[in-house]
């Protein structure tokens, strides 16, 4: 039996829960959640990194479908209603595949039917507009983790992407983390800046996630994680879910985009401008300056550092499909996680290892987090804090 087999038959039995997808958002710029023109029971190559077929394929047995909005919408909070909505009309549509799950017992009853469990995560905490209510509301909808910023900071936590202001978590920032802790709502250290994972890390009660961060130790970007922070993950039981994303595992891809995006500046462009003046610059530079490419072997070299240094415990996928433009050779769409399965078979990773990345451990933590909730729940009220009260 080849690897390649080896690792489909493995998935058969563990598949994977992935950590992020950003199709909600992907449905909401293409086609403004019209699930009819853009149906994921039928190949959706053309468009989409996700459809059903192709989770079949890349033996994918639960997903946090993200949740996300930007974080300069000036109403973030009903624009991230409808993506809760766009969710729950996806699992409604194709019930036969589909099974919405907001526990660790959920996962492990859609594995037994067969079926994909569909969980979701808000991504940055500007989705709860500083609001202790808004998040419990968000839990009561069904969201299972909050990233607590995205590219931006939010008013009481520093993100990755931005200047420090908070210097990590602010008093209010803090009273979330106990909040989501006693709700059950997982933690996730993606974006946040260094500072933030720290203090997150001492104010939390529960394991906390990155839902799609890779090393920063093996690529020099903010989004990826400090090697003193995954020595953490032992101690909090939590778990680190390695991304595909080019521009965050590979470092030459790291010094192109920050090259490109300097020209860019140089041409009085916005990096993120997407004009067709900004992008005739833009194909030019490239033209000039091929973009490099991340493989499947790249992400493997993620894997087999953060194994090393936070165990295996604590490792996981979270692919960030349809949330981004480029993917590794290899890791091109949903279809596949099984090569870097069998990248890892080949450098030795055991069955039992491979079980604990794709779903052992995610399963764990989601209980592990729910666990801690109801002890917090017999003791602890729900939080009245706001944040003019706690950081003035």
């Given at each position: 039996?080849?690897?390649?087999?080896?690792?489909?038959?493995?998935?058969?039995?563990?598949?994977?829960?992935?950590?992020?997808?950003?199709?909600?958002?992907?449905?909401?710029?293409?086609?403004?959640?019209?699930?009819?023109?853009?149906?994921?029971?039928?190949?959706?190559?053309?468009?989409?990194?996700?459809?059903?077929?192709?989770?079949r394929a890349g033996g994918v047995g639960a997903q946090y479908w993200s949740v996300y909005v930007r974080s300069d919408l000036p109403d973030a909070v009903p624009a991230t209603l409808e993506q809760i909505d766009c969710v729950r009309r996806l699992v409604d549509r194709h019930p036969a595949e589909l099974r919405l799950a907001t526990t660790a017992a959920d996962l492990e009853a859609a594995r037994g039917e067969g079926r994909i469990a569909s969980l979701m995560g808000a991504e940055g905490g500007h989705s709860i507009a500083n609001s202790l209510g808004t998040l419990r509301g968000l839990y009561a909808l069904g969201v299972r983790y909050m990233t607590l910023t995205h590219n931006d900071n939010v008013d009481w936590a520093d993100s990755a992407t931005d200047e420090p202001r908070a210097g990590g978590l602010t008093a209010f920032g803090r009273e979330v983390v106990r909040e989501m802790n006693r709700l059950g709502m997982l933690v996730d250290l993606s974006h946040v800046a260094a500072t933030t994972m720290r203090d997150a890390l001492d104010a939390t009660e529960a394991p906390v996630i990155f839902s799609h961060s890779s090393s920063r130790a093996v690529?020099?970007?903010?989004?990826?994680?400090?090697?003193?922070?995954?020595?953490?993950?032992?101690?909090?039981?939590?778990?680190?879910?390695?991304t595909f994303v080019p521009?965050?595992?590979?470092?030459?891809?790291?010094?192109?985009?920050?090259?490109?995006?300097?020209?860019?500046?140089?041409?009085?462009?916005?990096?993120?401008?997407?004009?067709?003046?900004?992008?005739?610059?833009h194909r030019a530079f490239e033209e000039r300056n091929p973009r490099p490419v991340a493989t499947v072997a790249t992400v493997a070299d993620h894997l087999d550092h953060m194994r090393e240094v936070a165990g295996i415990d604590h490792l996981g996928i979270?692919?960030?499909?349809?949330?981004?433009?480029?993917?590794?050779?290899?890791?091109?769409?949903?279809?596949?996680?099984?090569?870097?399965?069998?990248?890892?078979?080949?450098?030795?990773?055991?069955?039992?290892?491979?079980?604990?990345?794709?779903w052992r451990n995610a399963v764990r933590v989601l209980g592990a987090a729910e666990d801690v909730a109801r002890g917090l729940q017999a003791t602890r009220a729900p939080s009245h804090a706001t944040i003019e009260s706690l950081d003035g």
């Open positions: 039996m080849t690897s390649l087999e080896t690792a489909r038959d493995l998935l058969a039995e563990f598949p994977v829960v992935d950590g992020h997808n950003d199709l909600p958002w992907a449905l909401r710029e293409q086609v403004r959640y019209d699930l009819d023109a853009r149906d994921i029971a039928v190949d959706q190559s053309a468009h989409l990194h996700t459809d059903l077929a192709r989770l690529c020099d970007h903010p989004r990826n994680i400090p090697d003193d922070v995954l020595e953490r993950l032992p101690a909090n039981g939590g778990v680190a879910m390695v521009k965050f595992v590979l470092q030459a891809a790291v010094d192109w985009t920050a090259a490109a995006d300097e020209n860019m500046r140089a041409h009085g462009l916005h990096h993120l401008d997407t004009s067709p003046e900004a992008m005739k610059i979270g692919g960030d499909y349809d949330g981004t433009a480029f993917t590794p050779e290899g890791l091109g769409d949903v279809s596949g996680y099984p090569n870097l399965i069998a990248e890892l078979l080949d450098r030795g990773w055991s069955r039992s290892d491979l079980a604990k990345l794709t």
